[in-house]
């Protein structure tokens, strides 16, 4: 085993401790295009838009908004309120600077 390999390892590791499937399921979430351009819409809007505006700006149905939606929720990385009749979306902004921060300290 060679250097190379000795610090894969302690990466993996990094990566795998405590909350390392969030980080997985974080990075597979922005992994999407759509999802990293709601993220993007999200954070250019002060961290909240309605669905509405949010499917709009991302160009997308509402059908497939909804898909991205349940799978950011999961992450972790946006929450749903609902404010009357509309339904307003959220960025977890702590989620997302934690897992960036852990990424690079893994790298």
């Known amino acids: 085993m060679g ?17 390392g499937l969030d980080k997985v399921k974080v990075f597979r979430a922005l992994g999407d295009e759509t999802r990293l351009a709601m993220v993007r819409n999200l954070r250019d809007a002060g961290g909240k838009m309605p669905c509405s505006s949010l499917v709009q700006a991302c160009r997308t149905t ?17 929450t749903r309120r609902r404010e009357g009749q509309s339904v307003t979306v959220v960025l977890n902004v702590k989620v997302l ?4 921060a852990a990424l690079l300290r893994c790298l």
């Open 97 to 100: 600077a934690r897992e960036f």
């Open 3 to 19: 250097l190379a390999h000795s610090h894969n390892s302690t990466i993996i590791e990094s990566v795998n401790a405590t909350h």
């Open 62 to 78: 509402r059908t497939a908004a909804s898909y991205h939606y349940k799978e950011l929720e999961q992450a972790g990385l946006i």
